[in-house]
């Protein structure tokens, strides 16, 4: 795909997909209940489409689905699950197979769940979801170093307490729904606060959740609930994830200005937004609502950018956001750094050489580090052929970057971005001709 320099700063209000994160999870826990549930505005990507077939496979039934609305009726909670007549293809779904691991592993006694994916996924570590679930007593296999696929036997569970080693949603998302079928109280303790989707969405349903602070771990405990949860609509917020990439747009450009509508405003997703404002972006909330997630709109408008330093402790609340992060960082003045990011390495792509090879292959300053980058800016980009490496997050990146570089850009593997974002490139031609 060839893409050419933009002349002209976004001014543009619009909408985003649904949340990849509230999509995944409103779907696959509607196989904890019985009745129908309704998902309005839900991310339609190849990404939720792997776990509308782990659901289906357990007993879920689509009732009713379009674009804006899917309507799900749960086989009656988890004793009433099928037994999966062959492996389920996750796909590139890491959220996917690692929370259907959560699940499956405390299915009835002896169901078993087989979990495969592409080759990506395939390189992708699943021993760190592994390895706890069998501190709880779940009896899985998984690939010569903890890699997919992975076979679950459904069984019931210990209690117990999980300290984290890695932060991750992810994980701890998929103890918590072990420990829905265990036979005493689970407690996980994160290292670093993590998005908490899964607490909101469960609580809601009707498990017995407590959340602590203690120093400065978060430790959250759940109580057996053997029985069916009851099953809740859910109106999926646009993903800030997602937005993120048309407000590194309007940040790039002194003048530049997008109004992103309809956005989670939940406070462990802002973390690129609390670090745009401190760049120099101007940067504006408005909640219009908070049941069971806030939501509202994001004001972003751009201006003189200048270096930021992220650590690990700011990492988790802005993962997905970081290679935009670098982007940013080669027009602000002085020398970014972003430390403790090594989970980076382990996502669709290794996502720190994916982004220096980009950006370095455009001109950029960036220098490539065990745990993240060194950016020195402001630094002019120039057009390039430049290769998304399968990732999408990374095309979508790259593609942004062209908008301000001098000379046209080639974009390998563009079509990355059906996993998580079908119509970004729709959405670019368009606000590009808005602009013009």
């Given at each position: 795909?060839?893409?050419?320099?933009?002349?002209?700063?976004?001014?543009?209000?619009?909408?985003?997909?649904?949340?990849?994160?509230?999509?995944?999870?409103?779907?696959?826990?509607?196989?904890?209940?019985?009745a129908e549930s309704e998902v309005r505005d839900w991310l339609v990507a190849a990404d939720t489409e792997a776990s509308l077939r782990v659901a289906e496979a357990?007993?879920?039934?689509?009732?009713?689905?379009?674009?804006?609305?899917?309507?799900?009726?749960?086989?009656?909670?988890?004793?009433?699950?099928?037994?999966?007549?062959?492996?389920?293809?996750?796909?590139?779904?890491?959220?996917?197979?690692?929370?259907?691991?959560?699940?499956?592993?405390?299915?009835?006694?002896?169901?078993?769940?087989?979990?495969?994916?592409?080759?990506?996924?395939?390189?992708?570590?699943?021993?760190?979801?592994?390895?706890?679930?069998?501190?709880?007593?779940?009896?899985?296999?998984?690939?010569?170093?903890?890699?997919?696929?992975?076979?679950?036997?459904?069984?019931?569970?210990?209690?117990?307490?999980?300290?984290?080693?890695?932060?991750?949603?992810?994980?701890?998302?998929?103890?918590?729904?072990?420990?829905?079928?265990?036979?005493?109280?689970?407690?996980?303790?994160?290292?670093?606060?993590?998005?908490?989707?899964?607490?909101?969405?469960?609580?809601?349903?009707?498990?017995?959740?407590?959340?602590?602070?203690?120093?400065?771990?978060?430790?959250?405990?759940?109580?057996?609930?053997?029985?069916?949860?009851?099953?809740?609509?859910?109106?999926?917020?646009?993903?800030?994830?997602?937005?993120?990439?048309?407000?590194?747009?309007?940040?790039?450009?002194?003048?530049?200005?997008?109004?992103?509508?309809?956005?989670?405003?939940?406070?462990?997703?802002?973390?690129?937004?609390?670090?745009?404002?401190?760049?120099?972006?101007?940067?504006?909330?408005?909640?219009?609502?908070?049941?069971?997630?806030?939501?509202?709109?994001?004001?972003?408008?751009?201006?003189?950018?200048?270096?930021?330093?992220?650590?690990?402790?700011?990492?988790?609340?802005?993962?997905?956001?970081?290679?935009?992060?670098a982007l940013l960082s080669t027009q602000a003045e002085g020398e970014s750094v972003v430390r403790g990011a090594a989970e980076l390495r382990v996502k669709e792509?290794?996502?720190?050489?994916?982004?220096?090879?980009?950006?370095?292959?455009?001109?950029?300053?960036?220098?490539?580090?065990?745990?993240?980058?060194?950016?020195?800016?402001?630094?002019?980009?120039?057009?390039?052929?430049?290769?998304?490496?399968?990732?999408?997050?990374?095309?979508?990146?790259?593609?942004?970057?062209?908008?301000?570089?001098?000379?046209?850009?080639?974009?390998?593997?563009?079509?990355?971005?059906?996993?998580?974002?079908?119509?970004?490139?729709?959405?670019?031609?368009?606000?590009?001709?808005?602009?013009?």
């Amino acid at each position: 795909m060839q893409l050419t320099p933009w002349h002209r700063p976004i001014d543009a209000r619009m909408r985003v997909p649904g949340d990849k994160s509230i999509t995944h999870r409103a779907i696959l826990f509607s196989a904890l209940g019985g009745a129908e549930s309704e998902v309005r505005d839900w991310l339609v990507a190849a990404d939720t489409e792997a776990s509308l077939r782990v659901a289906e496979a357990w007993g879920v039934q689509v009732v009713e689905r379009s674009t804006r609305r899917l309507v799900l009726k749960g086989p009656g909670g988890r004793e009433a699950w099928h037994e999966p007549d062959q492996p389920i293809d996750c796909a590139n779904a890491g959220t996917t197979m690692r929370l259907a691991m959560g699940l499956a592993a405390g299915a009835p006694t002896g169901l078993l769940t087989v979990l495969f994916g592409d080759a990506s996924l395939s390189r992708r570590p699943m021993a760190r979801v592994a390895d706890p679930l069998t501190q709880l007593g779940a009896e899985l296999w998984t690939r010569r170093g903890g890699l997919a696929p992975v076979a679950v036997r459904g069984r019931h569970l210990t209690g117990g307490t999980v300290a984290l080693a890695v932060a991750s949603a992810q994980v701890k998302s998929a103890l918590l729904l072990a420990g829905l079928n265990a036979k005493g109280r689970v407690t996980v303790e994160e290292p670093i606060p993590t998005r908490d989707h899964t607490e909101r969405m469960l609580t809601a349903m009707g498990a017995r959740l407590t959340s602590e602070m203690a120093g400065r771990v978060r430790r959250i405990t759940i109580e057996p609930h053997p029985e069916a949860l009851r099953t809740v609509d859910v109106q999926v917020p646009g993903d800030p994830s997602s937005a993120a990439f048309w407000a590194t747009l309007a940040a790039l450009w002194p003048g530049g200005k997008v109004v992103l509508e309809g956005v989670s405003l939940n406070p462990e997703r802002l973390g690129f937004y609390h670090l745009l404002a401190s760049m120099g972006a101007k940067v504006g909330y408005h909640e219009r609502g908070s049941d069971p997630e806030p939501w509202g709109d994001i004001t972003v408008q751009g201006g003189a950018l200048t270096a930021v330093s992220v650590e690990a402790d700011q990492v988790p609340a802005m993962i997905d956001e970081l290679p935009l992060v670098a982007l940013l960082s080669t027009q602000a003045e002085g020398e970014s750094v972003v430390r403790g990011a090594a989970e980076l390495r382990v996502k669709e792509s290794d996502r720190i050489r994916a982004t220096v090879q980009g950006l370095s292959r455009m001109g950029a300053a960036i220098l490539e580090t065990g745990d993240g980058f060194r950016i020195h800016g402001p630094r002019p980009l120039s057009g390039a052929v430049v290769d998304a490496q399968r990732d999408h997050r990374i095309a979508m990146m790259l593609a942004i970057a062209s908008t301000v570089a001098q000379g046209a850009t080639e974009l390998l593997g563009e079509g990355s971005v059906a996993i998580s974002y079908p119509e970004f490139f729709d959405t670019f031609s368009r606000v590009r001709q808005e602009a013009e």
